[in-house]
């Protein structure tokens, strides 16, 4: 399982430098290179899902939700690195988080809470460097950051004397840095996949910040372009 969704994640950021590559020197003629010559919005829903790496291993997530984004320049640099810069957001009204059962932690014995995580999240700041696109295929790279309320303390903690779990909290922020790319199925609508790596922290808001030091999660969703400028 562990040694798949590295593969996977590692494929896809292959795929989008490689498309990066490839595109580089294509003609500017085709759906994507038109939407992104206009400097088009882009928006539409989405799915998400992934796991857990390192300590967490044991955790799973899902998300949904809608996007909206700006291409904000014209093209700029040279050779696999020439793009335009774009920027994003995402709301997602629903989320979960799923872990393991309540039970008694390793090596201290302390009761320790789990189980399924339910709450919202949003993503307010995404910056997208859209790579030079080919006819039908335009390569991504972004970087972010968002917050996620939970209806539970999350991540579970160690459960205090009235079986609350503490030292976590609701709120948690989620820096994350992804690669991707749109598929143009025909003008002005595009397939979407990313593969992201995600870093869930409450940044000490609770009196503990255990979070969840990396998860690796992919998305697919559905894009409409409105012309721009």
Known sequence: MRSSVCFAAGLLLAVALTAAAQTSTATSEGPAA?????RSWEWGPFFQGGTGVSNRWGYTFTSGGV???KVITNEHLRGIFR???????QLMPYWQAFT???????????PEGGGTYTGVSITPI????????GQRFAPWVQGGGGLI???HKFPPDVLVPHGTPGGTSVWNFTPQFGAGFHYFVKPRRSIDFLASAVHISSA????????????????IGYTFWTRGK
């Open 34 to 38: 038109a939407s992104l010559a206009a």
């Open 67 to 69: 996007q909206l984004g």
């Open 83 to 89: 793009g335009q810069f774009e920027y994003a957001g």
């Open 100 to 110: 393991p059962p309540p039970h008694l932690q390793k090596g201290t014995g302390l």
């Open 126 to 133: 995404l910056l997208r460097w859209d790579l030079h696109p």
């Open 149 to 151: 309320y939970t209806t």
């Open 204 to 219: 000490s808001l609770g009196d503990k910040n255990p979070g969840v030091n990396a998860s690796v999660q992919f998305q």
